[in-house]
């Protein structure tokens, strides 16, 4: 793997990093109510589920997943489900906030950590996106030398790394405008938005047939 092989490798990965998708969505979601903490938190979980598919590439697993119809159903359902229980409780909650019709609080609905974490980390493992990226594009820039898994995960951390940088940016710029990104009106404009996109994945991701 010469320069440009990496410098290629970066374009394409920063392309996918900053295209639009779920991550920005949940990360405008999550500092508003649950603090700059938990916004990293998801970071952190975005870069460990780029990790895992990119030792699933590695290992080669990620051409079982593919050549496998029922592994690969399999996953695709997991990822729906997940997608489409996010955004029914982002659109759920409009609702009831208009019930409500009290100001949102730091304290509402606001997540740990952990759950920050993971809902991060399930948000990329089960995105599609991130899935075919690593299943078809990822392999081209892989050598076939002894030293391939050192290469590979070389490239690994130049994905993680540019994901760290553009969406902690996203992280710092929420928690910056937090006083009007916690007003009940962006809060449930925010809501819709987080229901409708996830939920808009998780259709994509149904209808996704990797032969076509």
Do not use: C
Not at 21 to 30: D, R, S
Not at 96 to 111: F, H
Not at 171 to 190: D, E, Y
Request: charged share 10%; no cysteine.
């Amino acid at each position: 793997m010469d320069w440009s092989d990496i410098y290629t490798f970066t374009v394409v990965a920063f392309l996918l990093v900053a295209s639009p998708g779920p991550n920005g969505i949940l990360i405008a979601k999550t500092v508003p109510r649950s603090g700059r903490a938990a916004g990293f938190a998801n970071v952190v979980g975005f870069v460990s589920a780029f990790y895992l598919h990119g030792a699933l590439s590695i290992l080669g697993i990620s051409v079982i997943l593919l050549q496998s119809a029922t592994a690969f159903t399999v996953i695709k359902y997991l990822g729906v489900g997940y997608l489409f229980w996010i955004g029914i409780k982002a659109l759920v909650s409009v609702g009831y906030s208009n019930i409500e019709s009290k100001a949102v609080r730091p304290s509402v609905n606001q997540r740990t950590l952990i759950q920050a974490y993971l809902e991060g980390f399930l948000t990329n493992a089960l995105n599609p996106k991130v899935s075919m990226f690593y299943l078809a594009a990822f392999p081209q820039f892989i050598s076939t030398s002894d030293s391939s898994a050192t290469s590979a995960f070389f490239l690994v951390f130049i994905h993680s790394l540019l994901n760290a940088i553009w969406f902690g940016t996203f992280v710092v710029l929420f928690a910056s405008l937090s006083s009007v990104t916690r007003s009940p009106g962006v809060q449930k404009w925010i809501s819709a938005t987080t229901g409708i996109v996830f939920a808009g994945f998780g259709l994509k991701l149904a209808a996704f047939d990797p032969d076509n």
